[in-house]
């Protein structure tokens, strides 16, 4: 969406495709962090991205089991906003594609799935992309384009299509997402808390909290055996002691239809780019929760394929080396941050996982609790990323 607004305002003609007849599926992650805003600012829409209802997150605050760690304070990063939004995606996606429509040459087809790419048409050899395939309300039909971007997340279809070849980097973990009540007892508990097998986390919503339960991966299915009742009861043992209400408010979870599973991966692709054709976001990179940063980390490379592409795409098909420079310029922020979400996946999170008995938080994050100027640090590390981009001036 992203792509398709920054193409659009360049002058280029551009499809977004989109396989749903909205955004409004839970449990996507709702972080907007300041490299983001950052960005929002530069091209005039963050006064009214945050005019929509959201929540400013201004310090990470962890827990291990019962002691309160802080690890992130967002007061020294270089924007304007030093705060992480949370905000439902839904909203942060409407209001990019209401920006977009404002564009008559920025075409949003909701309930459009692409389900191939189409090859070496119109005397292009076979291995040029030269189009897509697309379902619709109204049957197949295909799309002829200078260039097919697939940003179409970890389960990519495009990117199957493509062939290209996946570098697995493997995640110990999966997440269990509920809705859970909010009280007016409940204060401001912290984000994440880690206990023994498992970490829970909490984001505000307003009337609810999107909760996310953190287990070993493939454990969902020996916890189904146990039944719904051992299920809650586990869920309420890993909760902050300091919430009220807890069994009645988990009562509102009937049955395993209202919790959503999310399998974690983290891979990579070795090419991103064919002729014709270029993968970015997690279609190129999936991520791992860990920090919230992949929507980030997929915006920035949105940001960067409009930055090295827009003039070219006005008159001509972009030439394979040039879709490869998209590659050159994010490779190295992708590689940085998934080394760094397996390390804290590795150290932090398995320490976590693995646990049964009391255990003490690793060495790093209790120096980081201690200093201001470690947790800015952590903050800065998170909120801005490496190599943040900024859309060229138009
Ligand atoms: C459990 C979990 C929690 C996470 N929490 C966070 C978080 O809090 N913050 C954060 O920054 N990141 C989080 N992430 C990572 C984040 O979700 C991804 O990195 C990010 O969403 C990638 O953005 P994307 O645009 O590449 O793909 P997606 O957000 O997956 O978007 C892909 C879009 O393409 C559509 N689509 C799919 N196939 C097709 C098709 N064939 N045709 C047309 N449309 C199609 C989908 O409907 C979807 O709208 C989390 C990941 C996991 C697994």
Request: with cysteine; proline share 6%; charged share 25%.
């Amino acid at each position: 969406m992203m792509l398709g607004y920054l193409l659009a305002r360049a002058g280029v003609r551009v499809t977004v495709l989109e396989k749903h007849a909205d955004f409004l599926r839970d449990f996507r992650g709702d972080t907007i962090h300041p490299s983001t805003l950052r960005i929002m600012e530069r091209l005039g829409l963050l006064d009214g991205l945050l005019a929509i209802p959201h929540q400013e997150v201004r310090t990470i605050d962890a827990q291990w089991e019962d002691r309160d760690l802080p690890i992130g304070d967002f007061s020294g990063v270089p924007t304007t906003t030093k705060f992480i939004a949370l905000m439902p995606q839904w909203d942060f996606l409407d209001y990019l594609a209401k920006s977009g429509r404002a564009y008559p040459n920025f075409d949003l087809r909701m309930r459009h799935e692409a389900v191939d790419l189409v090859r070496g048409r119109d005397g292009a050899s076979d291995a040029h992309v030269t189009g897509v395939k697309v379902r619709g309300p109204d049957g197949e039909y295909e799309i002829a384009a200078r260039l097919v971007v697939a940003c179409d997340g970890r389960h990519s279809r495009m990117r199957a299509a493509s062939r290209l070849e996946v570098e697995n980097l493997g995640a110990p973990m999966d997440v269990v997402w509920f809705k859970f009540p909010s009280d007016d007892s409940d204060g401001r508990p912290p984000l994440g808390r880690f206990t023994r097998g498992a970490i829970f986390v909490m984001i505000p919503r307003g009337e609810h909290w999107q909760c996310g339960y953190v287990i070993p991966k493939g454990m969902l299915e020996s916890l189904k055996t146990g039944g719904f009742d051992a299920f809650r009861r586990a869920i309420a043992s890993a909760m902050s002691p300091k919430l009220r209400n807890v069994d009645a408010r988990l009562q509102t979870l009937r049955d395993w239809s209202d919790v959503s599973l999310l399998s974690v991966t983290v891979d990579r692709l070795r090419q991103w780019s064919l002729d014709g054709f270029l993968c970015i976001g997690d279609a190129a990179h999936a991520m791992s929760p860990v920090g919230g940063i992949g929507i980030n980390l997929a915006i920035q490379d949105a940001v960067a394929t409009s930055n090295l592409l827009r003039r070219i795409l006005l008159t001509r098909r972009p030439t394979p080396a040039e879709l490869r420079r998209v590659q050159d310029r994010r490779l190295f922020p992708t590689r940085v941050t998934q080394a760094g979400q397996v390390l804290v996946q590795e150290r932090v999170v398995s320490l976590a996982l693995k646990a049964t008995d009391a255990f003490e938080p690793p060495l790093a994050m209790r120096v980081i609790s201690r200093f201001r100027f470690l947790r800015q640090l952590v903050a800065r590390v998170l909120g801005m990323g490496v190599r943040p981009e900024v859309p060229d001036p138009d």
